[in-house]
């Protein structure tokens, strides 16, 4: 076993973890952050989505332990004050999900992608959405859903 | 799916890193852990210790060295595309990390993990042959340098031996050329079918210096010298340029598989080179 501090949506936690431990089996088994979810065994669907030191990881990619000494982010910490993060406040306006599988994934990159850049264009939305796979919506709403949240004309062909 | 247990260390120095290497027979490398980690999930490899690069410092970033430019083995693909030095002096590299996977994985993937793996679909071994760098490998023994040209030796397989690391990279500066890569993929997010990353340097309307490398054309990463050699002199326009590159895929050894045949990758080949030359030369 080896000992981690992490913190994770502003709360330090300290364990002891089994090297082998993935970071999205700590943050869902130990930490009960079961936000966070698994959707593939190969790293492409992107449903595991977190961000480490404010960018955007897929959690089933990265061991626990290296996650040691920093800062994680999930699908629960977005939130503040009991108001939605303006992200899934899209999301849920505009009908960006179906099942809700692929959603806690889908929003922490949305997020990453507006990081990187507040106002995409549709195309850069959906190359900043790349790892992330949706099997119900088409994709067509989620993309819409980051442009409104950008602030960005609603309507245009998004 | 989970893997084996490992036992697991995290030096800060590369000193105790090529200690721990050297501390038993099933000793692996872990760098950002985008390869390394789906292989040891499925278990088709279970070493008995990780040796985790990741918090070795001197590892890290890219910074100048006269004529050459260095980028640490540690150094992320989006630390690079980040890079204004790497967008001036590599812009081949910088061009080919753009098309690497997605955000998340660009955000742990090491160009050093990218070199050593030597996946031969995988999109920066082409553009460091290309640009003639040169990989900086460290053993008990110290350290030695190696051309991207003898680097990759087969499918998955490189000079950096056991007990080994590769440290960093250096890369003549490319500056002012122009550079293109073009992959080639039939959906969103996938590897190369085919790719190929060209670097010219025009000199009025005329190609004076041109480089290609080609990915997944054969068990290594490739130069396409043949086409290197016809664009020099050459008008760059579609019309000698195509010429030029009818030889793309000479000497070349492309796999069949579910992407396409050998044929197919051949004549992919020659395409590709003419449209990323073309777009390199700003023509
Ligand atoms: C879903 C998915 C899609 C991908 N798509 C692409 C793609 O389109 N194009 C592409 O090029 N790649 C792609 N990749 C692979 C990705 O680029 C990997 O990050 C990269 O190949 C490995 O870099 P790493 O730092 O993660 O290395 P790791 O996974 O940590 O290590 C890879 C190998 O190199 C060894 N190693 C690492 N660093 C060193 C070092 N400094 N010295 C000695 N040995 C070392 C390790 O022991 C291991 O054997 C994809 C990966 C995934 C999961
Ligand atoms: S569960 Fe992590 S990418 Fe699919
Ligand atoms: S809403 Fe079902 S997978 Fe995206």
New binding site residues.
Partial sequence: MTRISVRVDGVDYTDEVEPRTLLVHYLREQLGKTGTVVGCD???CGACTVHLDGRSV?SC?VLAVQADGHEVTTIEGLATGGELHPVPQAFHECHALQCGYCTPGMIMQAVDVLRENPDPSEEEIRLGLE?NLCRCTGYHNIVRAVRQAAGAREGAQA | MIPAAFDYVAPTSLDEALQALGSGDDV????????????LRMRLNAPERLVD?GRIEE?RGVSEEGDSLVIG??T??SDVLDSDLVRQHAALLHKAIR????PQ?RH???V???L??A?P????GAPALALDAELVVAGPGGERTVAAGDFFRDLFETA?GEG????RIRIPKHTGWGAHYEKFVRVA????IVAVGATVRVDGRTIAEARVGLTNMGSTPLRATAVEQALVGKPATEEAVREACAAAAEGTNPPSDLNGDADYRRHLATVLTRRAVLTAAGA
Wanted: no cysteine; aromatic share 4%; charged share 15%.
């Fill in positions: 190969t790293s492409n897929k990619n790892g | 692996k490398v872990i760098a950002g852990g985008q390869s390394l980690l789906p292989i690069l590892l083995a540690m992320t693909y098309e690497v996977a997605d994985i742990r993937g090491t050093g993990g990218a050593v793996h996946d679909a995988g999109d920066v950096v080994e690391l590769l440290t997010h996938q590897w190369s």
